[in-house]
Antibody, heavy 119, light 110 residues
Framework: QVQLVQSGAEVKKPGVSVKVSCKAS????????LHWVRQAPGQGLEWMGM????????RYAQKFQGSFTMTRDTSTSTVYMELSSLRSDDTAVYYC????????????WGQGTLVTVSS | QSALTQPASVSGSPGQSITISCTGT?????????VSWYQQHPGKAPKLMIC???NRPSGVSSRFSGSKSGNTASLTISGLQAEDEADYYC??????????FGGGTKLTVL
């Protein structure tokens, strides 16, 4: 069965970076895009970006260009997201979600990773 | 890319029907039949309820249906049940090959 398992919660100080992983299983890793979506406390869902695990190409929301990087490791079927220069308003739950190539919806989601930015 | 517009809250009594709207532009909702809807219970990951405007994934109750007219998509839940109480989000593909979510709607079952 398809599973997306994310790394554990992080507590970071303002100005540093955080890297969160999402390990995929149960399907062919290179057949689907993986996206990152975040949700600040009490707020809605916000799309951050996507990666094509097949070639590694990425596309980011304009808001996150320059501070956000997605990478993948095909040997372990894992995608990573790194957010730099953290601020307190980056405190959120970060989700990875799968989108089958050619289909424009998220059919499987990770369990979420809470990133807390606090001095 | 601005978020799609959803009402902040809707409510209904058990057995009734409710509709949640999701308004975008011709560059997202109006331009493509790639609107999806997600249900999120507190502390849980979102769950896909409707894809491609009106298609229900396997396992999703037939009480959930979707439609679109122009730049506005809608999610209708009929025969409301207590377990339908949750937050609902729409999402759309965009002309920039990005994705965008609505602000979310809190459904209260009275």
């Amino acid at each position: 069965q398809v599973q997306l398992v994310q790394s554990g919660a992080e507590v970071k100080k303002p100005g540093v970076s955080v890297k969160v992983s999402c390990k995929a299983s149960g399907y062919t890793f290179t057949s689907s895009y993986l996206h990152w979506v975040r949700q600040a406390p009490g707020q809605g869902l916000e799309w951050m970006g996507m990666i094509n695990p097949s070639g590694g190409s990425t596309r980011y929301a304009q808001k996150f260009q320059g501070s956000f990087t997605m990478t993948r490791d095909t040997s372990t079927s894992t995608v990573y997201m790194e957010l730099s220069s953290l601020r307190s308003d980056d405190t959120a739950v970060y989700y990875c979600a799968r989108e089958i190539s050619g289909l424009y919806y998220f059919d499987y989601w990770g369990q979420g990773t809470l990133v807390t930015v606090s001095s | 890319q601005s978020a799609l517009t959803q009402p902040a809250s809707v409510s209904g009594s058990p057995g009734q029907s409710i509709t949640i709207s999701c308004t975008g532009t011709s560059s997202d909702v109006g331009g493509y039949n790639y609107v999806s809807w997600y249900q999120q219970h507190p502390g849980k990951a979102p769950k896909l309820m409707i894809c491609d405007v009106s298609n229900r994934p396997s396992g999703v109750s037939s009480r959930f249906s979707g439609s679109k007219s122009g730049n506005t998509a809608s999610l209708t839940i009929s025969g409301l049940q207590a377990e339908d109480e949750a937050d609902y989000y729409c999402s759309s593909y965009t002309s920039s090959n990005t994705r965008v979510f609505g602000g979310g709607t809190k459904l209260t079952v009275l």
